[in-house]
């Protein structure tokens, strides 16, 4: 490769409908809300009688958008998006759901206020410190997402309701027992067997070292293993938010401003690492500590009493200042332990502390490298972002990929690229799906990699099917040749032995004790053996021998019997039930697929696609 610089990235209402909602709700409480699109359209469209508002578009894109950020850990562009196909599967979700809103509410099927009011009670986002509903942490998670109540209230309504026509959908998904059984048998069923191992060490004399000769015409002989594949001479131009680093200025204030903006992350006092449970009166608060301080109960006893689990206690790392009331006396504790009671704002509480964090201050001049770095990437990514129109209007007057590397502070580079290829910019994955595709004459376009950079390619010729020469690849030759044989040699040595085993004799000197083992499942694992085995000795007839080969290991697989499954035991009891649900779920999903897919040929769906991407553009 070459580069040159230029001149100049089971089935319940919960887990079937509620479920999806919460999971939205979730991302949506990480506190990135959604302005309104005010001013023009307020719909990308309607379905039957309901219309789908720009913001309920946005939010749901956005909560993909963070979630594909969650997984790839940086920030993703909208044409990022778009290449994994977020933006259509975000649509298709709003859309289906739309749907089968339509129809309930075509079929007259509602939720009513104490259902809704149930429903919200039961997430675990707005309860309060003592495990109940919190008013406030309500109001404020839902400011945070960018929904009044009333929107998310209607919201939760639609929902239930959707998922009370799935589930009449699907009430009737079951898995007859002519499918269940067979299925078990097969997945239930055990093997005994023996694996005898032979390596090298069992042969009677070890392999030497090949000779020239042997190594040329083994060479030769398998010269397909050793012939580089058809590839393709490319020239690209690319560039990324590192390049950009250099041509960047960055103004001292704004890294100032910067590092005051996190000044809570740069400059924490000390902290605690804090669990408080809450009383209903200061009697049971002081009767409680009372129970600790005798050792007559332990906090985790406590918080199970008052029917919570640990997590809901848990405060995190906190400062004096964020205990209030109780700063003083967790803060008195210089090691683990219970203090308490202490009244606080939400009652009565007792806190567990567990360690103790020192104060940690870092000054502007140390945090200035880090703050630098990350303004510098995000400048970059902005501008690469802000570039794609730029670098894309020049391709569609005519540029080619050597254009941009001159006229554009992209940089020019060339590659022999072949399937394996994985050096420089072919160690993105994105560059190499491009370059597989990539065709002679192909009209360049602009690609984005995985960390926000850019990049076009073209096809310059092609690279026929090469032989890698034998001075080149020699110790991986020598490897190759040796191993095959060492097995040439077991291969005679594994029908001496499999003929000892099928005798009922040891095999002695002629190889390893045999390793017996007993009701092996198809999913078990055995140790120091390859995985494939197992399958092996499941296609096996009793008493059949059969060789396994792995790498340069030779293992007998001798059958011993085939167990049926045994009906009364707890674990097939456990795996009919297993399958079974997996089955319904599997007839439930199809039936609802199905179902989903009618309505929506049967329903008006009207789409405007000018306000769709108007909504993406804010992205």
């Known amino acids: 490769m070459a580069e040159t610089r230029p001149k100049k990235k089971k089935m319940s209402a919960r887990n079937i409908g509620a479920g999806i909602l919460m999971a939205i709700l979730a991302l949506s409480l990480l506190g990135f809300g959604v302005e309104g699109f005010g001013g023009g359209a307020r719909t990308i469209g309607s379905v039957g009688d309901r219309n789908i508002s720009t913001d309920e578009y946005a939010r749901a894109l956005q909560n993909e958008l963070r979630a594909l950020q969650s997984q790839i850990g940086q920030p993703v562009t909208m044409e990022q998006a778009r290449m994994f196909g977020i933006d259509q599967r975000v649509l298709e979700q709003i859309v289906t759901g739309a749907v089968l809103d339509n129809e309930a509410e075509s079929l007259g099927i509602s939720a009513g206020d104490e259902v809704v009011q149930r429903e919200i009670f039961e997430i675990s986002a707005f309860r309060g410190a003592g495990g109940q509903f919190d008013r406030e942490a309500y109001r404020f998670a839902l400011q945070n997402a960018g929904m009044s109540e009333t929107e998310f209230?209607?919201?939760?309504?639609r929902d239930v309701a959707r998922t009370i026509l799935q589930l009449?959908?699907?009430?009737?998904?079951?898995?007859?027992?002519?499918?269940?059984?067979?299925?078990?048998?097969?997945?239930?069923?055990?093997?005994?067997?023996?694996?005898v191992t032979l390596d090298e060490s069992t042969l009677p004399e070890p392999i030497g070292t090949p000779s020239e000769a042997e190594l040329v015409a083994f060479h030769e002989a398998e010269i397909d293993r050793y012939t580089m594949p058809e590839?393709?001479?490319?020239?690209?131009?690319?560039?990324?938010?590192?390049?950009?680093?250099d041509v960047i200025d960055i103004d001292e204030q704004i890294l100032r401003d910067a590092y005051e903006a996190r000044r809570n992350e740069f400059m924490q006092p000390e902290r605690r690492l804090v669990e408080r449970l809450i009383f209903p009166d200061a009697l049971s608060a002081e009767d409680a500590m009372a129970r600790i301080e005798e050792g007559t109960a332990e906090f985790e006893d406590l918080v199970a009493e008052r029917g919570l689990e640990l997590e809901d206690t848990d405060m995190g790392d906190v400062s004096r200042a964020q205990l209030g009331a109780a700063g003083d006396a967790v803060f008195a504790l210089d090691a683990p332990g219970v203090t308490g009671p202490v009244q606080t704002?939400?009652?009565?509480?007792?806190?567990?502390?567990?360690?103790?964090?020192?104060?940690?201050?870092?000054?502007?001049?140390?945090?200035?490298?880090?703050?630098r770095d990350?303004?510098?990437a995000d400048l970059a990514q902005r501008a690469l972002a802000d570039d794609i129109d730029l670098y894309e209007d020049l391709l569609a007057g005519g540029a080619t990929v050597e254009d941009l590397a001159q006229d554009t502070d992209m940089r020019a580079g060339t590659l022999d690229w072949r399937?394996?290829?994985?050096?420089?910019?072919?160690?993105?994955?994105?560059?190499?799906?491009?370059?597989?595709?990539?065709?002679?004459?192909?009209?360049?376009?602009?690609?984005?990699?995985?960390?926000?950079?850019?990049?076009?390619?073209?096809?310059?010729?092609?690279?026929?099917?090469?032989?890698?020469?034998?001075?080149?690849?020699?110790?991986?030759?020598?490897r190759d040749l040796r191993e095959a044989q060492i097995l040439d040699a077991l291969r005679a040595r594994a029908d001496e032995v499999a003929g000892m085993?099928?005798?009922g004799e040891a095999p002695g000197e002629a190889g390893r004790a045999p390793i017996r083992f007993e009701g092996i499942t198809r999913n078990d694992m055995l140790p120091d053996l390859p995985r494939a085995l197992v399958a092996e000795a499941f296609e096996a007839r009793p008493d059949e021998i059969r060789q396994f080969e792995d790498g340069a290991r030779l293992h007998l697989v001798q059958l011993h019997e085939i167990n049926s499954?045994?009906?009364?035991?707890?674990?097939?009891?456990?795996?009919?039930?297993?399958?079974?649900?997996?089955?319904?779920?599997?007839?439930?999903?199809?039936?609802?697929?199905?179902?989903?897919?009618?309505?929506?040929?049967?329903?008006?769906?009207?789409?405007?696609?000018?306000?769709?991407?108007?909504?993406?553009?804010?992205?």
């Not at 209230?153 to 309504?157: G, Q």
């Open 419 to 478: 399937p394996d290829t994985r050096e420089g910019i072919a160690a993105y994955q994105s560059f190499r799906e491009i370059a597989r595709q990539v065709q002679m004459d192909d009209f360049p376009e602009i690609h984005v990699l995985e960390d926000g950079g850019l990049f076009s390619v073209e096809m310059v010729d092609v690279l026929p099917a090469a032989p890698r020469p034998l001075d080149e690849i020699r110790d991986e030759v020598t």
């Open 501 to 503: 085993l099928r005798a």
């Open 168 to 195: 009449s959908v699907i009430g009737g998904a079951s898995a007859p027992d002519a499918l269940v059984e067979p299925l078990l048998s097969f997945e239930a069923q055990t093997r005994d067997f023996s694996v």
């Open 374 to 376: 990350e303004q510098l």
């Open 345 to 371: 704002s939400l009652g009565p509480a007792i806190f567990r502390m567990n360690a103790v964090l020192s104060a940690q201050e870092t000054t502007f001049e140390e945090a200035r490298e880090q703050l």
């Open 565 to 619: 499954p045994d009906l009364l035991l707890d674990t097939v009891q456990e795996a009919r039930d297993s399958l079974r649900l997996q089955l319904e779920q599997s007839v439930a999903q199809d039936l609802f697929a199905y179902f989903t897919a009618a309505l929506r040929d049967e329903t008006s769906i009207s789409l405007d696609q000018r306000v769709i991407e108007a909504v993406q553009s804010n992205f």
């Open 231 to 245: 590839g393709k001479a490319l020239r690209y131009a690319w560039i990324t938010p590192e390049m950009m680093v």
């Open 153 to 157: 209230e209607e919201s939760i309504r």
